[in-house]
């Protein structure tokens, strides 16, 4: 029986730092691929052999992939850009897109034994208020919202492809919006948690979002190289959650005082238009997407996950509570 080596891309990121972890403390053999000069790659588990590389350019990947004799080769693709700019931007397509085909092409070439291709929610057409979103038969880059939801649809389409031409055995998994605690990078959910514990949020929008434990989505990527089926696809995600509860978790698990103003998104809207001037187009745009992600249908359901790979989420006021924890040890709060 061949040993296993894990090839893992994004692993300087907030997903890919969570994963790389979690298969060095079960003993797995680790080899991460970093972009030259990425100052995060001190984040990574110092197991874990770094390769340097970049998505966009296929020569550089080729070490990444070559495996010593005797072992399998099982490739998780985490690395993305995430942009909330709904403008087309050539870098977030050639490392969501190119890259992608890039990662695809060399698994194919190198007759891995398992892809798990980490795509988005984003990537799925989103279905009218009041019915559950499930895992997609097909994709529709042009009538996704956002550009990075255009491109992880189209880097998705390929990956399923190659499962069909070229028998690559290869899975997906779709979180929704991805949060928790230790994000090196302080993203979107560590920032909005701290400007609102900082007291910097004078006024709420109303509206939902669905996100899921950075700690839960390392474990069910994870579970979906062994258990995943050929050809399939999961979504991961956590309950759909309310702004209002969200202010409410935050508060009580950080004594900050609640938001009480809440406007409605095309309030909020109207009165930043009034403040950055509707001339300003990029930075309107900008916000139409954000206000979008709160009024649009984000019931996501994770129930094929559950039954296939073990799949399950922490309470998200757990999520909040140890997130407000370690960004308080970060002195951020």
């Not at 979690?22 to 001190?42: H, I």
């Not at 060399?106 to 980490?118: G, M, S, Y």
């Not at 509206?207 to 434990?213: A, E, L």
């Not at 359901?301 to 799949?311: N, P, R, T, Y």
Request: charged share 25%; with cysteine; aromatic share 8%.
């Amino acid at each position: 029986m061949k040993d296993t080596i894990y090839l893992l891309t994004g692993a300087a990121g907030f997903l890919g730092n969570n994963i790389s972890h979690k298969l060095v403390s079960q003993g797995k053999k680790v080899r991460v691929l970093v972009l030259n000069g990425d100052p995060a790659v001190k984040y990574v588990p110092k197991e874990a052999e770094v390769c340097f590389g970049d998505l966009t350019d296929l020569n550089s990947l080729k070490p990444f992939f070559a495996v010593p004799e005797g072992h399998d080769a099982v490739v998780i693709h985490c690395a993305s850009i995430v942009t909330t700019s709904p403008k087309p931007n050539p870098k977030v397509y050639n490392v969501n897109v190119t890259g992608t085909e890039n990662v695809v092409d060399l698994c194919v070439a190198h007759h891995v034994k398992k892809l798990v291709h980490v795509s988005s929610t984003g990537a799925i057409l989103e279905a009218p208020k009041g019915r559950i979103i499930r895992e997609p038969e097909e994709f529709f880059p042009d009538q996704v919202v956002g550009y990075y939801a255009k491109t992880k649809a189209i880097a998705t389409q390929y990956v399923l492809e190659a499962v069909c031409s070229k028998d690559l055995d290869a899975s997906i998994v779709y979180p929704s919006g991805i949060c928790g605690p230790d994000d090196s990078a302080f993203g979107l959910f560590a920032s909005f948690l701290i400007r609102y514990c900082q007291g910097k949020m004078p006024v709420g929008v109303d509206g939902t979002f669905n996100s899921v434990d950075v700690r839960d989505l390392a474990d069910g990527v994870i579970a979906c190289v062994e258990k995943g089926r050929k050809g399939e696809g999961y979504i991961m995600s956590n309950e759909m959650v309310s702004m209002r509860k969200m202010f409410d978790l935050i508060s009580e698990a950080s004594g900050a005082k609640r938001v009480e103003t809440i406007l409605t998104p095309e309030q909020m809207q109207a009165s930043q238009s009034s403040i950055v001037g509707s001339e300003d187009k990029e930075n309107m745009e900008a916000l139409k997407f954000e206000l979008y992600n709160l009024i649009r249908n984000n019931d996501f359901s994770s129930e094929k996950a559950e039954k296939e790979l073990g799949f399950h989420t922490r309470p998200f006021s757990q999520t909040i509570a140890d997130t407000v924890k370690w960004l308080r040890s970060e002195g951020k709060i």
